[in-house]
């Protein structure tokens, strides 16, 4: 072996025993308040990830789209040959400057919350997405306690994906893991339009 | 309608303007290059909920993983109903403290970019995924300009999109569009173990 494998070997040695020590001293095993948030993307690609991920090993998932009505629409076809596993409630009726309504906005967002809030107390479901729920939050389309209520409430290993940008404060605080997607680089600022597979 | 209405309807109508205009400017569609770097969670999970909306779409995808070897096994099966439109190719051996050997991760990192040079050929392919190839550059494992150039000589419409902590800046430079997920919170922090759906 020469001495640079053999440095390399001592190195990854020492690295794998730090890491084995960490996922040693890690033993909670619980549901996960997950928030996707901010400016980049993938915040609502990286909750439908996480969708595939759990119907692999056969476990339920339920998604509420808040705002996202007409987009979505790769996924939920790809999403459809599970509809033993996956359910989709799309409740939004678009981007809220779309509609130009704010009491269907609020009226929409009361509806998918109250859908949101069965998911959330049935022990049956392992993951349950609020697709751009922190839109509906941010507008105070709806109010954040009692969402947070019922999410302290939900069944105890149910996990829960947030997505949506401005996360408020207290979701943060009250989240487990919070993830922020900001935008290094953009195509839509070097004239690149939306496309299938990509944007929606 | 109220006054309230009234206000939100008139800034809505100027966001929609605002927004119609922007969409109307961008023009360009091409294939998009795209990193999912930082050091937080979902770089990888968004490139699957990519793969997900492109079969939506019934269009090809094809994933080659550089580093993991064991994990990612709820996407794999959860992919594998789609086996005419997905093709995985785990190539990796294990995260690099785990073989504890250059050579052999170098050798692997090869194989896999072998495949991947490949699939980057095929225009058949709507989407390639090279998940953790970041990983392998960092290492320096593999020479990036040359990846850089098969990237580049691509057919035209076929999206690709890396992985991985730590991105280059050359291959910054190189990307499209650009994604830091940064991690606000992490439940590893307060000893939660990785879980099932979650993590793998």
């Given at each position: 072996m020469s001495e640079d494998e053999t440095r390399h070997r001592a190195k990854m040695a020492k690295r794998k025993a730090l890491q084995d020590a960490e996922v040693a001293a890690k033993t909670i095993e619980k549901g996960l308040l997950i928030v996707n948030t901010g400016p980049g993307k993938g915040k609502s690609t990286a909750a439908f990830g996480l969708a595939l991920r759990m119907i692999g090993y056969g476990r339920k998932v339920a998604i509420v789209q808040f705002i996202k009505g007409a987009w979505a629409t790769g996924e939920r076809t790809a999403l459809a040959r599970f509809d033993d596993l996956v359910t989709f409630h799309t409740m939004g009726e678009g981007f809220t400057w779309e509609t130009q309504d704010k009491s269907r906005d609020i009226a929409a967002s009361q509806r998918a919350w109250a859908t949101a809030a069965t998911l959330l107390a049935?022990?049956?479901?392992?993951l349950v997405i609020l697709d751009e729920l922190n839109i509906a939050l941010r507008y105070d389309y709806l109010p954040l306690d009692p969402i947070l209520a019922a999410i302290a409430a939900r069944p105890h290993p149910m996990h829960v994906v947030i997505t949506g940008r401005n996360a408020k404060p207290a979701l943060i605080a009250a989240a487990d893991l919070v993830t922020e997607m900001s935008a290094t680089k953009h195509h839509f600022a070097a004239g690149v339009k939306a496309q299938q597979g990509i944007e929606f």
């Open positions: 049935d022990p049956e479901i392992a």
